[in-house]
């Protein structure tokens, strides 16, 4: 028996196999081993007949295989010398570009930190996904929008982050964001971690950097940004221009944003006050919707919101105004209608904003949020968004929440894109005073007691009553004249003569002078 193969009998894995860096024709397979040895991939069209090889060039205990010369939008099996294959481990190669069939993205954010979480949520947002993806954990790509770890050690990252996700990254490719968590040791261990297709080998404009890149698949343009580095208005903003401006556009009919640190969101971080936001939206967010960007994915924040459809908001989210609402409905096709757009990607019809919420344990900053002008937000609770792509005219959003709602589904929001020339766009505007009317509470749902926050848009009469669901009113929380401005009170689940109430659900109901509006309060036990 020779030296090489006695100690890959008894090198151990160490990490389960992950996808990176998925093209048309190419995938790289990543796993590690407890010591260094020659990392061997066995590869072919079905389980029983790996009859393909490709071999690492150099012992090592992080181990990099590159598989190249394959058929596009093909699904091939695989092994690792050391772990022999599975039905569950496998690999689909991406369409040619320009493909128009079904892709199903699952995204996920700040998944591994540490200090505000534990595996038990993590491990929830992960069968939630395997549940409404039909009992698979498969999906066409992942989206990982940073914080992959609290402290950027490798103990952590195989605790909080790939022993969680270890049934969905053999056969789901994934593509990652750099997070403020990853930069505590400058990235040293997430750029030793997980690879990019920084050379344009993927689709996209080379950026020759680990920390920001783009990619294609099908039909699909996704741009991956940076916002750990001092690059804002730097060697960044030259490659997404040039990356913008070497679309396809007769093969692209979706583009897509990612960063780690927002461009617009409440919650812990709320970008109202942050000047590197301003910063982002002044350089980077005019260069997006000047292309025709359809939703930005955004994480850090720990909570989730999701805004309607909206154009050229660079300021704080305070300056919105009726010429930022391209349609202020919720995107649904069962109530306010879809979201409708000219077909491929066109400059300034609107944009979606999603905060993914933690897979871990969301928080927020009660004092500041929400801050947004929204379709949705379901605040500080945990989950991950799916984002389903069919053809060239539909775009469907879930977002998958770790709790149920009042109606016990774990579908707390959803939403539809449609494309078409036919239709007329930026028809259901919404009147300013409505945006300037807003209610909602945090933490929802709650227990004892919640906050209520609320904008008054003009100076005059306010009144906001609590309302059991047969409509009866229960509590009188403000009756006064108010001035313009935004507003938190808290309220204890009671009624006015100093009742506890039982759990389930409450409306609290907002009335001034022009405009009534509500949102629901979920009390629990």
Not at 359 to 374: H, L, M, T
Request: charged letters at 20%; hydrophobic letters at 35%.
């Amino acid at each position: 028996m020779s030296l090489m193969f006695s100690a890959q009998l008894h090198a151990q894995v160490t990490r389960l196999p992950y996808l990176q860096v998925l093209t048309p024709t190419s995938i790289m397979v990543r796993w590690n081993t407890s010591d260094s040895v020659t990392g061997i991939v066995h590869y072919g069209l079905s389980l029983e007949a790996l009859e393909n090889t490709v071999t690492e060039s150099d012992p090592g205990t992080f181990h990099k295989v590159i598989i190249s010369e394959l058929t596009p939008a093909a699904k091939y099996y695989y092994s690792i010398d050391t772990l022999a294959g599975s039905d569950e481990q496998y690999f689909v190669t991406s369409p040619p570009p320009g493909n128009t069939g079904k892709t199903r993205i699952w995204i996920i954010s700040d998944f591994g930190q540490t200090d505000v979480g534990d595996n038990a949520e993590r491990m929830k947002t992960v069968n939630r996904w395997k549940i409404f993806n039909d009992g698979s954990y498969h999906a066409d790509f992942i989206l990982s929008l940073g914080d992959q770890t609290e402290n950027d050690i490798q103990e952590e990252l195989q605790e909080t982050y790939f022993d969680l996700l270890n049934q969905v990254l053999p056969n789901s490719p994934l593509f990652t964001l750099e997070g403020n968590h990853e930069n505590y040791d400058n990235m040293v261990n997430y750029k030793a971690t997980f690879s990019v297709p920084e050379s344009g080998e993927a689709g996209g404009y080379p950026s020759n950097n680990q920390d920001y890149y783009s990619f294609d698949y099908a039909n699909i343009h996704i741009i991956m940004l940076s916002t750990e580095i001092d690059d804002i208005d730097g060697p960044q903003l030259s490659w997404l221009r040039n990356d913008l401006q070497n679309i396809d556009e007769d093969k692209t009919d979706w583009l897509i944003a990612c960063l780690h640190r927002p461009f617009h969101s409440g919650g812990y971080h709320p970008t109202n006050i942050s000047s590197t936001a301003q910063e982002q939206r002044d350089y980077w967010l005019k260069e997006l919707e000047g292309c025709g960007v359809d939703i930005i994915l955004q994480g850090h924040n720990a909570i989730y919101e999701r805004s309607f459809l909206l154009d050229n908001l660079i300021g704080k989210t305070t300056d919105l105004t009726d010429e930022n609402i391209i349609d202020g409905g919720n995107g649904r096709e069962d109530d306010d209608g879809a979201y409708y757009k000219g077909s491929g990607i066109n400059p300034h019809q609107g944009t979606i904003f999603i905060e993914v919420a933690p897979g871990g344990y969301a928080v927020n900053n009660n004092a500041n949020y929400p801050i947004f002008s929204y379709a949705f937000s379901g605040g500080a609770i945990e989950g991950s968004v799916v984002l389903d792509i069919d053809s060239a005219n539909r775009l469907d959003g879930y977002f998958l929440c770790n709790r149920p709602d009042t109606d016990s589904s774990y579908l707390w929001d959803y939403f539809t894109i449609i494309k078409s020339d036919t239709v007329n766009t930026g028809i259901k505007k919404m009147d300013q005073t409505q945006v300037d009317c807003q209610i909602s509470n945090y933490p929802n749902p709650f227990q004892l007691s919640t906050r209520i926050w609320y904008r008054s848009g003009q100076t005059g009469n306010v009144k906001i009553e609590i309302y059991d669901m047969l409509g009866r009113r229960l509590f009188t929380l403000v009756d006064a004249v108010k001035e313009k401005g935004e507003y938190t009170i808290e309220w204890i689940a009671q009624d006015d003569k100093g009742n506890n109430l039982p759990d389930g659900l409450y409306i609290a109901q907002i009335c001034t002078d022009k405009v009534t509006t509500s949102t629901r309060l979920i009390l629990m036990p």
